[in-house]
C-alpha cells in the first residue's frame, strides 16, 4: 500500500499512515479553513454594518414595496411633495424603499445629489433605469451605457451637440419654426377668423414642432403621413417610462414594446436607404446622401476604427429624437402655460422682444430678421422663464444610479448593489434653496451665483449632464421669440391640473385661447 511521509503519536511511537487515510483529513482541512475564512469575512461585514446602519424606511410588501405609491405620486408634482414630506417626516431627509423588489435609496439635496455625481466619476457608482425604461430604450442606448462604453459614446453623440454644431443649426431651426407658425397656428387663426380668437391645445403643437425639427435634423424626415404615425409611435412608447413592466396584450408597457419595434423597423429602413447612398457617392462628385446625424453615425468610427452596429445606431437615434422631442415640447408648453398665468411675465417678454426686432430692423434688411447666436444671448429675460418653468415643472425628475462597491454616506452603509436616485423635485420645492417655492418667479434667477450648486438640476449634472442642453435652449428661444411676436394668449381653463403622463401636462393639453398680433 502506498504511503508519504505523515506521521502521527501513538503510544509513543510514531508510525507512518497510508495515502489512503491522508487525502480525506485534508480535503477536511480544506474545508474548515474555507469555512472559517468565509465566517470570518462576514463577522467582520456585520461588525461594519453594524456600525453603519443602511438608510433608515420601510420595505413594505414583498418585491412591491413602495412602488405603487412611488409612481402614483409620481403623477404629479403636488402628489410627489406630499409622499416625500411623509416620508421625511418619518424617517428624515434620507430614506429607502422597496422599488420593483430592489433596495432604493432616495438621496436628499444638495448634499446627496453632489455624493452621486462625484461617485459616479469616481466609477463606484453606475447608471441605472428601472427595467421598463432600461429595455424601451436599448441596451446600446447612450443611457444604458457605463464606463468607458458610455465616455467614448457621449464624445461621438456631442459632436452633433455641443455649442458650435448648435450654432450651424440656429437657421435651420428658426426656418422650421417660421413654417410652423404658418401651417399649424395661422390655418388655425383663418378658421376662427369670425371672432378673431382661436383654441388650440398647446401641448399638441409643441409636440409637433419639436418633433418636426428632431425628425429633420436626426433623418432627415419632413412633415407628412410618415412623420404622423411616427409622432404616435413615439407617444405610445413613452408611456411606457411609468408603467409596470408586464409584457402581456392590454398593458402600457406590451403597447410601449409594439411601438418601439415599429419606430426600429422604420428606422432600419431608413439605415438601408442611406447606407446605399453613401455607398454610390464619391469623394469630389455631389452627395445624394443627406448630411444629418443618420450619415454620420453610419460613417463615424470609433477609437478602434470600427463603425457603428446597426443596433447601437438604432438604439441611439430613438435616444437622440426622445431627448430633443418629448422634453422640449413638454417644457414649451409648460412655459406657455405660466406665461397665460402671469401676465406681467407676457409683458415683460413682449418689451424685449420688440427691443430684438426693434434692432435687427435698423438694419434695414429681411435677412436680419433672421436670428443668430448674438440675439439669442440677448434674450436675458425669456432665458429666466424657461429656468422657472424648469425649476416648477422639470420634464425629467431625476435620475438612477446603482453602486458598484458598498458605499458610506452621511452616516450610513449604502451596500453594493443598492439603488440610490437623485431627485431634482427635492429642492426645487424646498423654500431653502427658493423661497416661496410654489410661486412663478423667473427673476429668481436674475444672479445665478445665488442659486446653491446641486439645487437645480433640470439637465442633470455630473458626467451625465444633458448633451442637448444648448440644443434646447436655442429651441426654446427662438420657438418663444416667434410666439410671443404674433400671439397672445390666455388658457381655457386655468383650473385644470398639471399631471405628468409621464411628463407635466394639463389633462386638456393646455387649450389656449389665441389672438393675433404684429410686432
Given at each position: 500500500?502506498a504511503?508519504?511521509v505523515t506521521?502521527?503519536?501513538?503510544?509513543?511511537?510514531w508510525?507512518?499512515?497510508?495515502?489512503?487515510y491522508?487525502?480525506?483529513?485534508i480535503?477536511?482541512?480544506?474545508?474548515?479553513?474555507?469555512?472559517?475564512?468565509?465566517?470570518?469575512?462576514?463577522?467582520?461585514?456585520?461588525?461594519?454594518q453594524?456600525?453603519?446602519?443602511?438608510p433608515?424606511?420601510?420595505?413594505?410588501?414583498?418585491?412591491?414595496?413602495?412602488?405603487?405609491?412611488?409612481m402614483a405620486?409620481?403623477m404629479?408634482?403636488?402628489?410627489?411633495?406630499?409622499?416625500?414630506?411623509?416620508?421625511?417626516?418619518k424617517?428624515?431627509?434620507?430614506?429607502?424603499?422597496?422599488?420593483?423588489?430592489?433596495?432604493?435609496?432616495?438621496?436628499?439635496?444638495p448634499?446627496?445629489?453632489k455624493?452621486?455625481?462625484q461617485?459616479?466619476?469616481?466609477?463606484?457608482?453606475d447608471?441605472y433605469?428601472?427595467?421598463?425604461?432600461?429595455?424601451?430604450?436599448?441596451?446600446?442606448?447612450?443611457?444604458?451605457?457605463?464606463?468607458?462604453?458610455?465616455?467614448v459614446?457621449?464624445?461621438?453623440?456631442?459632436?452633433?451637440l455641443?455649442?458650435?454644431?448648435?450654432?450651424?443649426?440656429v437657421?435651420?431651426?428658426?426656418?422650421?419654426?417660421?413654417?410652423?407658425f404658418?401651417?399649424h397656428?395661422?390655418?388655425?387663426?383663418?378658421?376662427?377668423?369670425e371672432s378673431?380668437?382661436?383654441?388650440?391645445?398647446?401641448?399638441d403643437?409643441?409636440?409637433?414642432?419639436?418633433f418636426?425639427?428632431?425628425?429633420?435634423?436626426?433623418?432627415?424626415?419632413?412633415?407628412g403621413?410618415?412623420?404622423e404615425?411616427?409622432?404616435g409611435k413615439?407617444?405610445?412608447?413613452?408611456?411606457?417610462?411609468?408603467?409596470?413592466?408586464?409584457?402581456?396584450?392590454g398593458?402600457?408597457?406590451?403597447?410601449?414594446?409594439?411601438?418601439?419595434?415599429?419606430?426600429?423597423d422604420?428606422?432600419?429602413?431608413?439605415i438601408?436607404?442611406?447606407?446605399?447612398?453613401?455607398?454610390?457617392?464619391?469623394?469630389?462628385?455631389?452627395?445624394?446622401?443627406?448630411?444629418?446625424?443618420?450619415?454620420?453615425?453610419?460613417?463615424?468610427?470609433?477609437?478602434?476604427?470600427?463603425?457603428?452596429?446597426?443596433?447601437?445606431?438604432?438604439?441611439?437615434?430613438?435616444?437622440?429624437?426622445?431627448?430633443?422631442?418629448?422634453?422640449?415640447?413638454?417644457?414649451?408648453?409648460?412655459i406657455?402655460?405660466y406665461?397665460?398665468?402671469?401676465p406681467?411675465?407676457?409683458d415683460?417678454?413682449?418689451?424685449?422682444?420688440?427691443?430684438?426686432?426693434?434692432?435687427?430692423r435698423?438694419?434695414?434688411?429681411?435677412?436680419?430678421l433672421?436670428?443668430t447666436?448674438?440675439?439669442?444671448s440677448?434674450?436675458k429675460y425669456?432665458?429666466?422663464?424657461?429656468?422657472?418653468a424648469?425649476?416648477?415643472?422639470?420634464?425629467l425628475?431625476?435620475?438612477?444610479?446603482r453602486?458598484?462597491t458598498?458605499?458610506?454616506?452621511n452616516?450610513?452603509?449604502?451596500?453594493k448593489?443598492?439603488?440610490?436616485?437623485w431627485?431634482?423635485?427635492?429642492?426645487?420645492?424646498?423654500?431653502k434653496f427658493?423661497?416661496?417655492?410654489?410661486?412663478?418667479?423667473?427673476?429668481?434667477?436674475?444672479e445665478?451665483?445665488?442659486?446653491?450648486?446641486?439645487?437645480?438640476?433640470?439637465?442633470?449634472?455630473g458626467?451625465r449632464?444633458?448633451?442637448?442642453?444648448e440644443?434646447?435652449?436655442?429651441?426654446m428661444?427662438i420657438?418663444?421669440?416667434h410666439?410671443i411676436?404674433r400671439?397672445?394668449w390666455?388658457?381655457?381653463d386655468p383650473d385644470?391640473?398639471?399631471?405628468?403622463d409621464p411628463?407635466?401636462?394639463?389633462?386638456?393639453?393646455?387649450?389656449?385661447k389665441?389672438?393675433?398680433?404684429?410686432?
Open positions: 500500500m504511503s508519504i506521521y502521527t503519536m501513538a503510544g509513543g511511537t508510525n507512518r499512515l497510508p495515502l489512503s491522508t487525502t480525506p483529513i480535503v477536511s482541512v480544506s474545508i474548515l479553513v474555507t469555512i472559517g475564512v468565509w465566517f470570518i469575512g462576514s463577522y467582520i461585514q456585520t461588525r461594519r453594524i456600525r453603519l446602519p443602511v433608515p424606511g420601510s420595505y413594505g410588501l414583498p418585491w412591491i414595496g413602495d412602488t405603487m405609491n412611488f405620486s409620481s404629479s408634482a403636488v402628489g410627489y411633495q406630499k409622499w416625500i414630506e411623509s416620508k421625511r417626516r424617517y428624515g431627509a434620507l430614506f429607502k424603499i422597496r422599488f420593483l423588489g430592489n433596495p432604493l435609496v432616495l438621496m436628499e439635496a448634499a446627496g445629489n455624493f452621486l455625481f461617485k459616479e466619476g469616481k466609477k463606484q457608482i447608471i433605469w428601472p427595467p421598463q425604461v432600461a429595455r424601451l430604450f436599448g441596451r446600446k442606448a447612450i443611457l444604458n451605457l457605463g464606463g468607458e462604453e458610455h465616455r459614446a457621449r464624445r461621438y453623440v456631442a459632436r452633433f455641443d455649442y458650435t454644431a448648435v450654432s450651424r443649426y437657421e435651420t431651426v428658426e426656418r422650421r419654426t417660421v413654417q410652423h404658418a401651417d397656428w395661422e390655418k388655425e387663426e383663418i378658421r376662427g377668423s378673431d380668437t382661436f383654441v388650440i391645445a398647446a401641448l403643437k409643441t409636440k409637433l414642432f419639436t418636426s425639427v428632431m425628425c429633420s435634423l436626426v433623418i432627415s424626415m419632413d412633415e403621413p410618415e412623420m404615425v411616427l409622432l413615439f407617444n405610445t412608447w413613452a408611456r411606457g417610462f411609468i408603467s409596470l413592466p408586464i409584457n402581456l396584450p398593458f402600457s408597457f406590451y403597447n410601449a414594446l409594439k411601438a418601439r419595434s415599429y419606430i426600429l422604420l428606422f432600419s429602413t431608413h438601408a436607404q442611406r447606407t446605399a447612398q453613401l455607398a454610390k457617392d464619391r469623394p469630389g462628385a455631389s452627395k445624394t446622401a443627406a448630411p444629418d446625424i443618420l450619415t454620420s453615425l453610419l460613417t463615424v468610427a470609433d477609437e478602434n476604427g470600427e463603425l457603428f452596429s446597426e443596433t447601437k445606431i438604432k438604439d441611439n437615434l430613438l435616444t437622440l429624437l426622445f431627448g430633443g422631442f418629448d422634453t422640449s415640447s413638454t417644457a414649451l408648453t409648460m406657455i402655460y406665461i397665460a398665468k402671469y406681467r411675465v407676457y415683460q417678454l413682449l418689451q424685449e422682444h420688440r427691443s430684438i426686432l426693434e434692432q435687427k435698423r438694419k434695414g434688411d429681411d435677412e436680419a433672421i436670428m447666436r448674438e440675439d439669442l440677448s434674450m425669456t432665458w429666466r422663464v424657461i429656468q422657472e424648469l425649476r416648477l415643472q422639470p420634464p425628475t431625476g435620475g438612477w444610479r453602486a458598484t458598498d458605499l458610506e454616506y452616516g450610513y452603509s449604502i451596500p448593489g443598492w439603488t440610490m436616485m431627485n431634482n423635485m427635492n429642492s426645487h420645492f424646498d423654500p427658493f423661497h416661496d417655492p410654489t410661486t412663478f418667479n423667473p427673476s429668481r434667477f436674475e445665478p451665483s445665488t442659486i446653491t450648486p446641486f439645487t437645480f438640476l433640470p439637465f442633470g449634472a458626467t449632464f444633458c448633451p442637448g442642453n440644443f434646447a435652449k436655442m429651441e428661444l420657438f418663444i421669440h410666439l411676436k400671439y397672445q390666455t388658457l381655457v385644470d391640473p398639471v399631471i405628468r411628463m407635466p401636462m394639463q389633462r386638456n393639453r393646455t387649450l389656449i389665441v389672438t393675433r398680433r404684429i410686432l
